[in-house]
């Protein structure tokens, strides 16, 4: 008999629009009949009238309950979790697929909801298989395949028709199950408990089954058998659509059914342990249908349990299919997601079938059993991690009219994670890679949904925790160093000429902020320009943003945005700009560079070369300024840890080769040069650095220089504008001039 499959019922019967408002052609259903009623069929299956016994006559009286009270928690948690976030969102198709989606993102969703789907069709053979047993067991005669045929062409019939239908189908089941447990009950009344309390045995033995042999057991393995009875409370929020009330009726009706099936169980735990004797009921699996008062009642209870599971999982697998179809999650969603005049997705039902009846015709699932198990404890794992991860929030927008204990959706991911694997530990890595592996395809594909989710949140709570904490060290991070560029533009045509270049010095770590300083009159073109190229950075690689002020005055207007980003956590550490063309600018680059000595922000100035450019990008040559007569190695090696790291982006995204070089004065400090700048490469990390010291005036050496495609230069205080434009003529090469920070380190 398979009996441990959890019964995740009535998976969706939403509408498979993203809007969970259902039309109004559509019925609504109330709490008993939406919520409570499937929900509690769900529970009170196969694990019940089968397993019950054996997991008291293994763990005792005591020991079952414990079993039964530990399983419940879990579940309960879950429930409350579920509960909670139903009552503070729009559910739309797919239930526990839509609520993943909503929080963590389609993909999250669609990881999750893929195996899910697949497990809950497979699962509706399973019920089938579990059926015909019991049906075999009456009729020992009858085919088996036969049998099977006849409930599947039933089952499917029923939810082809109508998901209706199929709710009415349900009242009948209840009642039948109803049936079985009064002629439990009547048995009780009449005599079958025969041992006392003081009789009962408190705590098992844990013997194990008959199948092997009474090997032994112990409790956690019992625990397994019986956890996936309390599973499958996930049939009021996977309705929402249909309910009158959702937001009532989704609490109420699956917390009723939980406390309701919870009583049962510990009740019939009880008249187990009364009625027979531990090996009876560790040997005799069929214990409740010898022991009733009227044992066909529970065996149509058993039929109508296995019945009921595959009715609803039938109903439910396709509404998981049609929201996956809509979000086209899956190839041919529109196909997929096809709905009749009546709201049925009579495609994602067809497809449900095809899988089951090929399923049917293999036989046995039984290897693959307990995966499906795992995707469902997966499900409820990211259901109790949505709201965990929301309460952690704190956003404005999760304000559920069922406010829960944050420990309560913590114990639940927990407990979720627990079960799994104490269930088993090989198919939980399995089921775990499996979603991780639809993670990473749905997040190559890029899916586009107009679906609002709360990872956004997420990462700025994140940022904001690390950045308290880094606020709270006080030692420098030079360590941490990363380019972090701020580009002044006031054309997106000025960037042409350095796209490249900035983002070969950000790339692959850095960022890159762009901003525009705009005149009254251009601000709404130039915000469209960088918009553009911060999508562009974006496109290639580096995290870029952007940011327009309307600024008569270049000076006044990049030092008041310079001045502004002070404060921001993620602020600029190097500042790009471009050598200027005319007096104005010039005098506009002195006024900048005096205001922000006093700030920690490294100076880049690029002087291209007009014809050159970047040339092959194979060689830089790092300049060092002569240092005699102290060519002595500390921490502080002046104005040479900017120029080094630039240097170094620039060899690793270029592939290239790095060069420095010195010019002396006094050829007696030739070898002292030579060992600093060996010296610095070492220490810097850089050995594949050569290094050469030229003797003689520097503007006489510097023409004589081996020849590089960018030549980096030390920018002094107060620069020389018209140095930096001979530097260019003499190297015939584009060069650029750095200052540093002050925050970074090249020997760190």
């Known amino acids: 008999m398979t009996s441990s499959q959890p019964a995740d019922t009535q998976e969706s019967v939403a509408p498979s629009s993203d809007d969970a408002t259902p039309t109004l052609s559509n019925r609504k259903y109330g709490m008993f009949g939406g919520v409570f009623t499937p929900t509690l069929l769900t529970i009170l299956g196969v694990i019940m009238y089968l397993r019950t016994g054996w997991v008291v006559g293994n763990a005792g009286l005591v020991g079952g309950l414990l079993i039964i009270g530990l399983s419940f928690v879990i579940t309960a948690a879950t429930a409350l979790s579920m509960s909670s976030i139903t009552t503070n969102i729009r559910i739309g198709a797919g239930g526990a697929y839509s609520i993943i989606s909503q929080s963590l993102g389609i993909e999250v969703g669609g990881s999750v909801g893929i195996p899910l789907y697949l497990s809950q069709a497979l699962a509706v053979t399973m019920y089938i298989f579990g059926f015909r047993e019991g049906w075999l067991w009456m009729f020992p005669n009858h085919p088996a395949l036969l049998v099977d045929l006849t409930a599947f062409i039933i089952i499917f019939g029923i939810a082809y028709a109508s998901a209706g239908l199929a709710f009415r189908v349900q009242y009948g089941i209840l009642a039948i199950i109803i049936a079985s447990l009064i002629s439990v009950a009547v048995a009780a009344y009449t005599g079958s408990m025969q041992y006392s309390i ?12 008959p199948e092997d042999g009474f090997s032994g057991t112990s409790f956690w393995v019992v625990f397994a058998v019986f956890f996936p009875a309390a599973t499958g409370i996930m049939a009021g929020a ?67 349990a296995t019945f009921s599971s595959a009715l609803a999982s039938t109903v439910g697998a396709p509404r998981i299919l049609q929201a996956l179809g809509n979000h086209d999650v899956l190839p041919n969603g529109d196909w997929i997601a096809a709905r009749t005049d009546r709201g049925e997705p009579r495609n994602a039902i067809l497809i449900t079938g095809g899988i089951v009846l090929a399923t049917l015709m293999l036989r046995d699932l039984n290897a693959i059993a307990p995966l499906i198990t795992m995707f469902f404890l997966i499900t409820y794992t990211m259901i109790n991690f949505v709201v965990f991860t929301e309460q952690t929030l704190g956003l404005v927008s999760f304000r559920p009219l069922l406010q829960i204990p944050r420990t309560v959706s913590l114990l ?73 560029l701020l580009i002044p533009v006031e ?33 709404e073109n130039l915000s469209d320009q960088i918009n553009d190229l911060t999508g562009a950075f974006r496109k290639r690689g580096v995290f870029a943003s952007s940011t327009v002020i309307k600024a008569d005055a270049f000076a006044d207007g990049l030092t008041a945005g310079i001045q502004a980003l002070r404060g921001a956590f993620f602020r600029p550490n190097m500042l790009f700009l471009t050598c200027p063309d ?5 005098q506009d680059y002195r006024t900048i560079l005096n205001d922000l000595s006093d700030m920690p922000i490294g100076i880049l100035i690029y002087a291209a070369h007009p014809h050159a450019g970047l040339g092959q990008r194979e060689q830089i040559n790092i300049w060092i300024h002569d240092r005699s007569p102290d060519w002595s190695i500390s921490m502080d090696i002046g104005n040479l840890d900017l120029p080094l790291l630039t240097a170094y982006k620039l060899v690793q995204n270029w592939n290239a080769q790095m060069r420095l070089l010195t010019v002396v004065d006094d050829p007696s400090e030739r070898e002292n040069a030579q060992a600093f700048m060996e010296t610095v490469t070492n220490l810097a990390r850089m050995p594949g650095a050569d290094a050469l010291v030229m003797e003689g005036a520097f503007r006489e050496a510097v023409p004589n220089a081996p020849q590089a495609d960018l ?14 434009r001979s530097m260019v003529d003499q190297t015939r090469s584009s060069c650029l001039f750095v200052a540093d920070s002050g925050q970074e380190s090249a020997l760190a």
């Open 238 to 304: 996977n309705m929402s659509g249909e309910l009158e009330d959702p937001r009532s009726s989704i609490p109420a009706g699956t917390l009723g059914a939980i406390a309701v099936s919870f009583v049962v169980y510990v009740l019939i735990a009880i008249w187990l342990a009364r009625t027979a004797s531990p090996q009876d009921l560790m040997s005799n699996y069929t214990i409740m249908i010898d022991r009733a008062y009227w044992g066909p009642a529970v065996v149509a209870g058993l039929l109508g």
């Open 412 to 484: 639940g991911v927990v407990g979720c994670l627990f079960a799994m694997f104490i269930v088993n530990p090989t198919f939980s890595l399995i089921a775990l890679s499996v979603v991780v592996l639809f993670y990473g395809l749905l997040l190559r594909r890029s899916l586009a949904t107009d679906v609002a989710d709360v990872r956004s949140g997420l990462f700025v709570s994140l940022a904001e925790w690390a950045a308290k904490q880094v606020s709270e060290l006080s030692t420098s991070q030079e360590r941490a160093w990363k380019p972090n």
């Open 582 to 586: 005319s007096d104005i600018r010039e």
């Open 491 to 523: 054309s997106a045509e000025t960037l042409r000429g350095t796209f490249s270049l900035l983002e070969q010095i950000a790339a692959p770590k850095g960022s890159v902020r762009l901003l525009g300083l705009a005149s009254d009159h251009a601000s």
């Open 711 to 724: 030549n980096i230069f030390g920018l002094p205080p107060g620069p020389d504008f018209n140095f930096m």
């Open 198 to 209: 003081e009789e009962v045995q408190l705590w098992g033995d844990f013997l194990g089954s």
